[in-house]
């Protein structure tokens, strides 16, 4: 049988980040309570949580790179939520964001989960951050909980 690495979900003494978009804050609001309770749920404290209020999604992923430089934490969680209009700006800034929270997670070495909404209507946004689809801020917490652990199982090396 192949040795298999999968995380865990379970208490830890690691420190997380939730970077959190003002704008739409209905959702980000709800995302966030998710989150923390997902986390809290897992044994992680209160005081091992920092929360960054970032204007917009297309904040998010700056400071992201910058919390996980400070290797301070074990993992970031982006919230927030992004709503289809009329333009071809949702296309942008969902790519922006995306990209740029990869980014931030290769070159740091650092999880950063993406718990931004990207839907077409605020119906989804509505059903993503609490209703019919469950909270995506609690399922990007714990996402951040098995990469933490899994990070810590896997040898390090080249």
Same mark, same amino acid.
């Given at each position: 049988?192949?040795?298999?690495?999968?995380?865990?979900?379970?208490?830890?003494?690691?420190?997380?980040?939730?970077?959190? *978009?003002?704008?739409?804050? @209905?959702? *980000?609001?709800?995302?966030?309570?998710?989150?923390?309770?997902? @986390?809290?749920?897992?044994?992680?404290?209160?005081?091992?949580?920092?929360?960054?209020?970032?204007?917009?999604?297309?904040?998010?992923?700056?400071?992201?790179?910058?919390?996980?430089?400070?290797?301070?934490?074990?993992?970031?969680?982006?919230?927030?939520?992004?709503?289809?209009?009329?333009?071809?700006?949702?296309?942008?800034?969902?790519? @922006?964001?995306?990209?740029?929270?990869?980014?931030?997670?290769?070159? *740091?070495?650092?999880?950063?989960?993406?718990?931004? @909404?990207?839907?077409?209507?605020?119906?989804?946004?509505?059903?993503?951050?609490?209703?019919?689809?469950?909270?995506?801020?609690?399922?990007?917490?714990?996402?951040?909980?098995?990469?933490?652990?899994?990070?810590?199982?896997?040898?390090?090396?080249?």
């Amino acid at each position: 049988m192949p040795k298999t690495y999968e995380g865990r979900l379970g208490p830890t003494d690691a420190r997380f980040a939730l970077v959190v *978009s003002r704008f739409n804050s @209905l959702f *980000s609001d709800q995302l966030l309570a998710g989150a923390l309770d997902g @986390l809290r749920r897992h044994g992680v404290a209160d005081d091992h949580v920092e929360i960054v209020w970032v204007p917009g999604a297309i904040e998010i992923p700056l400071l992201a790179r910058r919390l996980a430089q400070t290797g301070r934490f074990a993992a970031i969680v982006a919230l927030g939520a992004v709503i289809r209009g009329a333009t071809p700006h949702f296309d942008h800034v969902c790519r @922006l964001v995306s990209n740029g929270c990869a980014e931030a997670a290769r070159d *740091s070495g650092v999880p950063v989960i993406f718990g931004v @909404l990207t839907t077409d209507s605020l119906e989804q946004a509505m059903e993503r951050a609490g209703t019919k689809a469950g909270n995506k801020g609690h399922d990007a917490a714990t996402a951040a909980l098995e990469m933490v652990d899994l990070l810590r199982q896997l040898p390090q090396g080249r």
